[in-house]
């Protein structure tokens, strides 16, 4: 992710949410940017990553 549009998305979601802020990070940019590769994964490998996950009903 180092296109400026991937920069922009990471930057937004390094912006931690309440809970993540209670919780605390060393590093929120990497944080966010794992968050959005794992999300990207999903959304572009549906089936594949269903298969990988033990919260997807069958």
Do not use: F, N, W, Y
């Not at 940019?29 to 590769?37: K, R």
Request: proline residues 9%.
């Amino acid at each position: 992710m180092s296109q400026p549009a991937d920069e922009d998305r990471i930057a937004h979601r390094a912006e931690l949410l309440p809970e993540e802020r209670a919780a605390g990070t060393d590093d929120p940019e990497a944080q966010a940017e794992a968050i959005l590769e794992e999300s990207d994964e999903r959304t572009e490998q549906p089936e594949e990553t269903r298969r990988k996950s033990v919260q997807t009903p069958d």
